[in-house]
């Protein structure tokens, strides 16, 4: 069975209640729910995990080939601008992602416009809120070919 994993990073755990103007309405687990149903639909297994301590992201990706993951969605949050030791855990377990931002960092302050994944990334989907989640998910059941 095809497996994707779905990352969040630190601060997401309070998406609909964090900065709504920037990060929208929707809650982490309105997003990840929204994702289990089309996961379903598609017959592809689906596991979740956010944290806000980089070591835990790092054991959760390390996890990851041995878990028979296929794919993975990862939004680093504010690790994107920061995180050398999630970019190298990335290249370590060689596995294809997408990272998605719900804001566009590129239309923000000049610090958050840096990204240390977008050049090992299969894609960056930036700014289009959390159906930016849902076009990832697309795009993993295309490259995936599901």
Known sequence: MIKIAV????????LGTREPALYGAQTLDDINGSLAQ???????????????AEVEL?????AQPERGTHFLIFNPAAFTHTSVALRDAL??????????????IY???AF??????????VGVISGLGAVGYD???????HYLEV
């Open 7 to 14: 990352m969040h990073g630190p601060n997401l755990n309070l």
């Open 38 to 52: 089309r996961a379903v639909q598609k017959g592809v297994d689906i596991d979740f995990f956010q944290s806000n």
């Open 58 to 62: 790092i054991h959760y990706l390390h």
């Open 91 to 104: 290249l370590a377990i060689q596995l294809p992602f997408i990272e998605v931002h719900l804001s566009n």
């Open 107 to 109: 239309k923000r302050e």
């Open 112 to 121: 958050r416009q840096h990204s240390y994944f977008r050049d090992i990334a």
């Open 135 to 141: 076009l990832a998910l697309q795009a993993a059941f």
